[in-house]
């Protein structure tokens, strides 16, 4: 048990882990409400206050014991999920698409910001390791996050986005796993489907998007 190296992966992730937690749970809430549902309004948690989104578990306590648990080889957590009533959207089928597609382009949009960080702080010269660091995990976690959501099984925004773009029939079918949704992707992570065939693809494609269009700015400041 390396207590310092926790100390000190804690204290990288903390920051970039808080912001890409809460401002995903916030743009669900936020869309819902664009499209007619005030629960989360209503629940107060369309908010920046992380608090609001800590679920004690999947946030705290579930990532501390499996970092221990694989010495820091896999983790993983979640946050507490803000209520959509999808029933009081306006047109609840499209509508789903957009509330559920709000997480996962949230995190997309904080990638680019930590990463045009880390480019600022670079072409300043800032020699910092920590700020550096921190920059770096920002992009990743919020890539990771990214990639993981959009997989395309319930309960996960990917599962939502798919009920909500497939016909009826077909919609209903994906629908009905969502209560064993969690595990069977819990499932596919640990005998390695998702990584292999999921994640790394994404985000081998989301590392390569945001090289682009963070490249002009990356070269204005060499």
Do not use: C, E, M
């Given at each position: 048990m390396d207590i310092a190296n926790?100390?000190?992966?804690?204290?990288?992730?903390?920051?970039?882990?808080?912001?890409?937690?809460t401002i995903h749970e916030a743009a669900h809430g936020y869309a819902a409400r664009h499209f007619g549902d005030n629960t989360a309004y209503a629940q107060g948690r369309i908010t920046?206050?992380?608090?609001?989104?800590?679920?004690?578990?999947g946030t705290i306590l579930m990532p501390l014991m499996l970092y221990f648990a694989t010495s820091g080889a896999f983790l993983f957590g979640y946050a507490k999920p803000v209520p959509v009533n999808f029933g009081a959207l306006r047109n609840p089928k499209r509508h789903m698409v957009w509330v559920a597609?709000?997480?996962?382009?949230?995190?997309?949009?904080?990638?680019?910001?930590?990463a045009l960080l880390l480019v600022g702080l670079v072409g300043m010269g800032v020699q910092e390791p920590f700020f550096v660091k921190m920059a770096q995990a920002?992009?990743?976690?919020?890539l990771v996050m990214w990639a993981f959501n959009l997989f395309p099984l319930p309960p996960l925004?990917?599962?939502?986005?798919?009920?909500?773009?497939?016909p009826w029939k077909q919609a209903q079918m994906v629908s009905r796993l969502e209560p064993w949704g969690f595990f069977i992707v819990m499932g596919l992570v640990l005998v390695g489907v998702v990584g292999a065939f999921w994640l790394r693809p994404l985000m081998t494609l989301g590392y390569a998007l945001i090289n682009t269009l963070i490249?002009?700015?990356a070269f204005l400041l060499r």
């Open positions: 926790l100390i000190q992966t804690v204290t990288l992730y903390a920051l970039p882990v808080l912001f890409a937690i920046l206050n992380p608090l609001k989104h800590i679920d004690p578990v597609l709000a997480g996962p382009a949230s995190n997309f949009a904080q990638a680019i910001f930590w920002g992009i990743l976690v919020n925004d990917g599962g939502r986005i798919l009920v909500g773009l497939l490249s002009p700015l």
